[in-house]
């Protein structure tokens, strides 16, 4: 092959892929073999390394990923990026057709109705029919420039069927079923879980490694053919017809709407079937139809007169965030979770949310006292979509990243080119992962159906990172998760509410502290637990009990004795224990047991007055012991204890030879 015939064979090659990809992605059909098409890419390659000259980048081989960058740069938008206002029920969208309707001065509007893809919003540059910029939303004038990136995601064209200047606009997602696979094999591989596809998607794409996007197997579904304006069809209709031409992935499910009643039906019928589809969709783009007629009625500050995103309600409710608390999840990623005010959505209660990370509080610019919009959707955990900014108090305060971790007081840190932050510690998610295995297990808690599988997930979720948090869990809260039907959040939920009410011996075996096994645990018990009535108790009692007090309790040792000092030295673990105790946890009361065993398998008998305590008091001290009180004496009787003036049973127990005894020796053998 020459250098001539050499190129009309890329040219054609890239020719016959490209019009693979067009066929799969936009017209829905396969008309090649994957193993066909990836030899004939093999094939191009091949040719391209060989005739570096003749490499374009809209070819096929240029979506491998490059190498990474060391910032994104940033890319003024031509088009200003728009967000949509809301309607939530029939009535709100029937004010929007009237609204509409009036300022148009006519009855006779028609729209476009579409699903609205919940993913991440991304703006695309072809020059000559050649992508160029690929860009994300940034603050709506400036975004930043993720080309390299989105060249990955096979569904985007690197060339259109016709050499056009064009923008469009369109929305990067991860597919259910890919987010599932994805979850499951980082899960194996110890690492953490996807929140939802939409994190999964903007995470990727905003990574500066484009490998990163490779391997999250993105997709991207176009809608809007922004500029220039010569090129925008007269309709909403036809615009989408027009990206499909153009070699656009576009969403096949968009309809056209005669009017109002049809918009209506459409968002009905897609409030029912909206779960089957592999992407997720949390709403409908309804537009006017007519060009002319959206620039006619322009925009407002943010948003355009002409659509709306018609949500469905019940998933969504308005509550106060009360707080906003940083989890540590099992990697040491710090997740910003809302405590909200309790509200009802879709059928039950939920007080938390997720914030996902620093910049997503920004975003929404979410301060502490807002009135926010929650909303579960699909099966993620809820998150908050909008705060209400009218609503807002005088003293609604804005969150701060803190500085320091809660648990282990390392630096929190924002490594670079991350959305998140994570702990400095790197042994912090693992260890709090551990503690909390242990503080739920049958020797702690004893929380029947939370298991580390279970706790993993939590955590991953941000929905607990330490061990009070599990008791405020709610079946709202832990509904939205995989592996959570309805039954078994509801079980989970009551298995918590039963461990809420604990023995001491176990509540100070869950703490984890180190030296401090069941055993030990039992022996503290058993020397403190008298006093100790409640968990206030716990902590004044072994803030101002000597380590040598404790030492000297016989099996615990002055190793144990001096980590549990220790232990309650920390103010986060007094804070823990607060906590616990504000959650409703309690100290069960025990029935006595025998604290040793001194005076195992004796039975003693009393007989005559006591002087230095009562008969009662006496038979107490017995039980403890690991002894027998009976009330009658019989050959089986080891010890008859006589006070003064005995009665009848110390005449018995001499018929019977059993030795008898007086207060004082008794004293002694009781005594320590
Ligand atoms: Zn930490």
Not at 488 to 509: D, H, P, Q, Y
Not at 543 to 554: A, L, P, Y
Not at 603 to 619: Q, Y
Request: aromatic letters at 8%; charged letters at 35%.
């Amino acid at each position: 092959m020459n250098k001539k015939q050499a190129k009309e064979r890329i040219e054609k090659l890239k020719k016959v892929i490209r019009e693979a990809r067009y066929a799969y992605h936009v017209l829905d059909k396969s008309i090649m073999p994957d193993s066909a098409l990836d030899s004939l890419k093999h094939e191009l390659f091949e040719l391209e390394q060989k005739y570096p000259e003749f490499i374009t980048p809209d070819s096929p081989t240029q979506r491998i990923a490059g190498k990474p960058l060391k910032e994104f740069k940033k890319v003024r938008h031509i088009v200003p990026q728009w967000s949509f206002n809301d309607a939530f029920n029939e009535q709100e969208i029937k004010e929007f057709d009237e609204r509409i309707k009036r300022e148009l001065n006519t009855n006779n509007v028609d729209y476009t109705a579409e699903l609205k893809i919940d993913g991440m919003h991304i703006i695309l540059t072809y020059k000559k029919g050649i992508f160029t910029t690929g860009a994300t939303r940034g603050d709506g004038k400036v975004g930043e420039d993720v080309t390299q990136n989105l060249k990955t995601i096979e569904s985007i064209p690197l060339r259109l069927r016709k050499d056009l200047d064009v923008v469009v606009e369109g929305e990067v997602y991860m597919k259910k079923s890919v987010f599932r696979k994805l979850n499951e094999q980082r899960e194996k591989k110890g690492e953490p879980p996807f929140a939802n596809p939409r994190n999964a998607a903007a995470g990727g794409i905003r990574q500066l490694d484009p490998k990163v996007a490779v391997e999250r197997h993105l997709d991207c579904f176009i809608y809007d053919l922004s500029w220039p304006e010569k090129e925008i069809p007269k309709t909403q209709f036809e615009e989408l017809n027009k990206l499909k031409a153009l070699g656009f992935k576009v969403n096949k499910n968009f309809r056209y709407c005669r009017d109002i009643k049809e918009v209506i039906e459409y968002w009905k019928e897609w409030r029912e079937k909206r779960e089957k589809e592999d992407y997720w969709i949390d709403g409908v783009v309804v537009k006017l139809n007519r060009r002319e007629y959206q620039n006619k009625l322009g925009y407002t500050g943010k948003a355009p007169r002409w659509a709306i995103a018609f949500k469905w309600p019940g998933k969504q409710a308005t509550t106060i965030l009360k707080d906003i608390l940083v989890q540590i999840g099992r990697t040491g990623k710090v997740t910003p979770v809302a405590v909200l005010k309790p509200v009802n959505l879709a059928g039950t209660v939920v007080t938390r949310a997720t914030l996902h990370n620093a910049d997503e509080i920004e975003r929404l610019d979410a301060r502490i006292g807002d009135t926010v919009i929650v909303e579960k959707a699909g099966d993620v955990i809820p998150h908050i979509v909008k705060v209400i900014k009218e609503l807002r108090p005088k003293n609604a305060k804005v969150f701060k990243m803190p500085d320091k971790c809660p648990i282990c007081h390392h630096k929190i840190i924002r490594p670079e080119g991350e959305v998140a932050h994570y702990c400095s510690n790197k042994n912090c998610g693992a260890r709090q992962r551990n503690r909390l295995y242990y503080f739920v297990s049958k020797k702690g808690f004893d929380i029947q159906g939370l298991g580390p599988k279970i706790v993993d997930q939590l955590m991953d979720a941000g929905l607990i990172s330490q061990a009070p948090d599990i008791f405020f869990l709610k079946e709202g809260d832990l509904q939205p998760l995989e592996r959570f039907a309805e039954k078994s959040a509801s079980n989970l939920v009551e298995a918590i509410e039963k461990a809420k009410n604990i023995t001491l011996g176990r509540l100070i075996t869950a703490l984890g502290i180190k030296y401090v096994g069941e055993e030990t645990a039992e022996l503290i018990k058993n020397h403190f637990g008298q006093k100790i009535k409640n968990i206030s108790d716990l902590i004044n009692l072994f803030q101002e009990v000597s380590q040598q007090e404790i030492e000297e309790i016989e099996g615990v040792g002055p190793k144990a004795a001096k980590e549990i000092k220790n232990w309650f030295s920390h103010k986060s673990n007094i804070e823990l224990l607060k906590k616990l105790e504000k959650a409703g946890v309690v100290i069960k009361k025990e029935k006595k047991e025998a604290i040793s065993e001194k005076l195992k398998g004796k039975i003693f008998v009393f007989t005559g007055e006591l002087e230095s305590m009562s008969r009662d008091k006496a038979k107490e001290r017995v039980k403890e012991l690991g002894g027998k009180a009976t009330n009658s004496v019989s050959r089986k009787t080891d010890f008859v204890v006589a006070g003064k003036n005995p009665g009848s049973k110390f005449q018995r127990a001499k018929k019977l030879g059993v030795k008898i005894i007086g207060e004082k020796e008794f004293l002694e053998m009781i005594s320590h």
